[in-house]
């Protein structure tokens, strides 16, 4: 079996890049806001929109809005927790390691 000794560089590296928006709050909330507006539109113009049998866009909008509202409020505690600090543990702790690991076991 032979080994290979030289220096391998992949063909594809994906380039250090931040994520935009990592919680996604900022995508939810705009379109929640644009279902919402529809939903508000549709509601103005319900009487024409049953009267073509196209009433389920009023439907379509309230659930986006609903939907997006739960989105958004996912969103919400990821980033509340991104923002939190994390713990730091004692070495003199009696449930961590020397290397700052807690114990699994206990």
């Not at 505690?77 to 390691?97: G, H, K, Q």
Request: net charge positive; charged share 20%.
């Amino acid at each position: 079996m032979t080994q290979n000794t030289g220096d391998h560089k992949p063909m594809l590296v994906q380039a250090p890049v931040r994520a935009l928006d990592p919680d996604g709050v900022a995508v939810v909330s705009s379109g929640t806001i644009a279902f919402a507006i529809g939903a508000v539109v549709c509601w103005v113009f319900a009487d024409n929109l049953a009267a073509t049998g196209r009433l389920w866009y009023l439907y379509v909008a309230i659930t986006g809005t609903i939907i997006g509202m739960l989105g958004l409020s996912v969103g919400l505690v990821r980033s509340r927790r991104r923002r939190r600090p994390l713990p730091r543990y004692s070495v003199e702790e009696t449930d961590v390691n020397a290397d700052g690991v807690p114990h699994r076991d206990r």
